[in-house]
């Protein structure tokens, strides 16, 4: 059975304080795997789209790395307006549906 | 440009009643997902449309959920005889290609919260 499983739950990050956030994947078939940033009471906002082992994007304070098992979201000097839920989704098959990990709750205290 | 835009952003209703969710995608996506979000179940696939056609209702809970589109753009999710359990916020995305063509990501709108009392 296709699982993702993110961890941990919730972090809890000093301004500043680097840190990463894993996503780990069984699928077979994987096509592509998907970040997404999730404030309370809005939609995800996507974040970066992987599609390969060892391929790598950034964008501002985030990266976000692919291996063939998992991947990693590293902040980067985290400033308080990066708190919000992160949440990793997993698409495979023949007609895309996003598989989502539960996300973890990322809280940066100034 | 605009994003994706729901309504109603927040509904409530009685057990039993028939409710609407309506979905605008972005203009041009011909690719257009339901999802639903609830307290500890996560985010979870309801549908999937390509233009008009829905080649996977998989997700879909019971038969009291339905959705249908038209002209390939706004897209109803209708939930009939509501319980509580649809309680939930129901999300749409939308892709601006099929899947598996590497541009296939997903934009989300903001999601209609629904209450069933």
């Known amino acids: 059975e296709d699982q993702v499983t993110q961890s941990p739950e919730a972090l809890r990050l000093q301004e500043g304080e680097s840190s990463s956030l894993n996503c780990s994947y069984t699928?077979?078939?994987?096509?592509?795997l998907f970040w997404y940033r999730q404030d309370p009471g809005k939609g995800p906002e996507f974040l970066f789209t992987?599609?390969?082992a060892g391929e790598e994007k950034e964008k501002e304070r985030l990266k976000a790395t692919l291996t063939k098992k998992e991947s990693f979201l590293h902040i980067t000097a985290p400033k308080p307006e990066d708190s919000a839920t992160y949440l990793c989704?997993?698409?495979?098959?023949?007609?895309?549906?996003?598989?989502f990990g539960a996300g973890t709750q990322v809280v940066v205290t100034p | 440009g605009a994003g994706v835009s729901q309504s109603p952003s927040n509904k409530v209703t009685e057990k039993g009643k028939d409710v609407e969710l309506r979905c605008d995608p972005i203009?041009?996506?011909?690719?257009l997902y339901w999802y639903r979000q609830s307290l500890g179940q996560g985010l979870e696939f309801l549908i999937y449309?390509?233009?008009?056609?829905?080649?996977?209702k998989s997700g879909l809970p019971s038969d009291r959920f339905s959705a249908e589109r038209t002209g390939g753009s706004v897209s109803t999710l209708t939930i009939q005889r509501t319980q509580q359990e649809d309680s939930a916020v129901y999300l749409c995305?939308?892709?601006?290609?099929?899947?598996?063509?590497?541009?296939?990501?997903?934009?989300f709108g903001p999601g209609t919260r629904l209450t069933v009392l």
């Open positions: 992987l599609y390969s």
């Open positions: 995305a939308s892709s601006s290609s099929p899947p598996g063509s590497g541009t296939d990501t997903q934009y």
């Open positions: 699928v077979s078939g994987l096509r592509g």
């Open positions: 989704a997993v698409s495979r098959g023949s007609w895309g549906k996003l598989q």
């Open positions: 203009s041009g996506h011909t690719a």
């Open positions: 449309f390509q233009g008009n056609s829905a080649p996977d």
